[in-house]
């Protein structure tokens, strides 16, 4: 399960533990959608034993591109990878 919490750190509860992933504070230009935005993009990944925080941080960020682009500006896999390759060291 992942419980998303706004700029707080979202909760991965797997393997009898809970990992706390990261936001990705962004200028907000349109908030409307991020939670659908991290939901599509945790499962475009997942697959049957793929890592839950990971998942959830490539969602984290999709999310973050979500609302930092205007309404109909949908962000795509490459510019999730993109992003996180800029914050590797994050």
């Given at each position: 399960a992942v419980i998303t919490r706004g700029l707080e750190p979202l909760l991965v509860l797997h393997d009898g533990r809970v990992?706390?992933?990261?936001a990705f504070p962004v200028e907000v230009v349109y908030d409307i959608g991020a939670g659908d935005a991290f939901h599509a993009a945790?499962?475009?990944?997942?697959r049957p034993g793929a890592d839950p925080v990971a998942c959830a941080?490539?969602?984290?960020?999709a999310a973050a591109l979500k609302i930092g682009r205007g309404?109909?500006?949908l962000p795509m896999r490459?510019?999730?990878l993109e992003?996180?390759?800029a914050r590797a060291d994050e």
């Open positions: 990992d706390e992933v990261p945790f499962l475009a990944i997942w941080r490539f969602a984290a960020a309404a109909d500006q490459a510019d999730v992003f996180l390759a």
